[in-house]
């Protein structure tokens, strides 16, 4: 199918502010949005530049906005997204600072991320067998959910209260804190909630659901943050 | 390299998002809530006035039954009936956080803009009534009940009224409950020392006690007042017969000491979505704290003091 792609181009180096480029391209239904980009930058536009390296979802590199939401470019169908003749839209992530086309600058994210100390603390001795420390089915299904997260920062960046203040800690570092406050394993739980209990913590969250919308796990984004809010508001972790 | 940061394109664009319905809620939630905070701001100053000066209450009132405040109540309406409803979700939801899943909220933002519709559909009919008893009629140069507009209802207590639109809610509002706690798996809680409540804990703990609470009393309020009654039956007389009645001024006070806390604070948490660093932060507090002082203290020495007889 023949249809035109808009991108969003940007060069720091001789542009003050972004510009759209359109491109006729043809494409089969099944194909990605990626493999679009791709043909792009290999037949028409070698300097289309964009970050991906899985290709299946995997890494978490290709988030971006197609037509207006957010989602992993390799993710999304070309047939899900335009019509024969019509015209798809990318533009890159919204709140983090644009870089060059469609690359963002993530260390703001990644800044958050550490913050929550996305790691499990446990400070009691090895079990005696000096192997791991065992967990009840169970126990390991209550946060299985957070462990799907790739990192890609679709949902943060979906999020208007991110949007608004990049100091805000967003969706997905909440999403990381949940996974280690609910492991029975882990002692760190008081210090990640003084975190997530600060001015730009969990509170900023006004449930407005656009993360869990894009997050191409299917993780139920809101849902666990507002585990995390019951959490600090009761001191209970159910 | 140089990374272009522009917090106010990415509000901007951010507009345009191609959100689904949670982010209609949420825009239309905050919309209406600053609205009703501004009409609540006005409000509670002129009303003061029937302890200052009277007869420039009895003219703000009058203000009040003019063709574009009619024609506004039809908006101002909306936002009370829509940010209540959409309130109580939210509350509902954080309390059972499993609720919030992609099917229920793509569900309930429907069912929420129907009830809304549903509860507005009556008190645009009694604007609609006082437009025309007052406005279109008399212009129209007909005999128009003018003084005596015929109410429905007239002789039913308010209390009747409030029953089933309130069970009515609740109903609705329960009925998504459809896939109860599913994705809770551990049975046993346990417990996790928690940081000392800061006033951001604080803040959002008030505002889903105070929306709850609000809910009930602003729409007897208005029911009451704009609605039953309309801005043309208002007079000093009749807020000080209001006022007599410990019920009625002690549900007037409530919604003053909540309302505009509720409203300041949600406008302290918008602008805090979009300034950065403590001072901007520190000092909207600080202005808020003052606001909210100054208009609850007109307000409840108004209350307390009672109307005076021009
Ligand atoms: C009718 C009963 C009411 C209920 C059930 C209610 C409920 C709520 C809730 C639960 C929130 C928090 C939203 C969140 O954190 O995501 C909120 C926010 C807010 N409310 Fe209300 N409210 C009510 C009445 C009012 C009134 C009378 C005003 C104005 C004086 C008001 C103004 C606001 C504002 C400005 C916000 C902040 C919105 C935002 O953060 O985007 N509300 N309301
Ligand atoms: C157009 C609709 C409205 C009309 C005609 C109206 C009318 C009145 C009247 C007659 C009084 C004095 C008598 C009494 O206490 O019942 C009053 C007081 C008050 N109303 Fe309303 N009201 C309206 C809407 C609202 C809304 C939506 C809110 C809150 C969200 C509200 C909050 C208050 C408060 C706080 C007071 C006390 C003010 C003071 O002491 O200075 N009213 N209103
Ligand atoms: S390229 Fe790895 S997630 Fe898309």
Redesign the pocket.
Known sequence: MKFKVKIKRYNPETEQKPHFETYEVEADPGDRVLDVLHYVKWQQDGTLTLRRSCAHGICGSDAMRINGQNALACKVLVKDVVKEGGLLTVEPLLGLPLVKDLIVDMEPFFEHYRSVMPFLVNNDALPADGRERLQSPEARDRFDKGTWCILCAACTTSCPSFWGNDQYIGPAAIVQAHRFVFDDRDQGAADRLEVLGQQFGVWRCRTAFNCTNACPREIPVTQLIGEVKQALATGKLE | MAAITSRFSSFVEGVLYRGREGHWAFIFHRVSGLA?LL??AI??VD??WVAYWPTSYEHAIGL?GSLPFLIS?YF?FAA?VYHGINGLNIIIKDTFPSWWNKHLQANSFWKIIALSALCWLPAAYFVTLNIYNFHLCPALGGSCGGAEPPVPFAGLSITYLIVPVVSLILAAVLAYGGTFNQNVVAKAPRYVSVPGRNLETWSWLFMRWSGGLLLLL?WI??L???LLTG?HH?DLA??AD??AQPL?WGA?FT??ML??LHGLNGLRAVLGDYLHGQAANRAVAVVILIAWLVLTG???Y??FAGVQTA
Do not use: P
């Open positions: 009703i009409f609540v409000h509670v009303t003061s009040y109540e101002l009370i602003i309020h208005v009451a007042n704009a801005a208002i009749y807020v209001r006022w009625n007037t919604i003053l309302a505009v007109l307000g409840a108004a209350m």
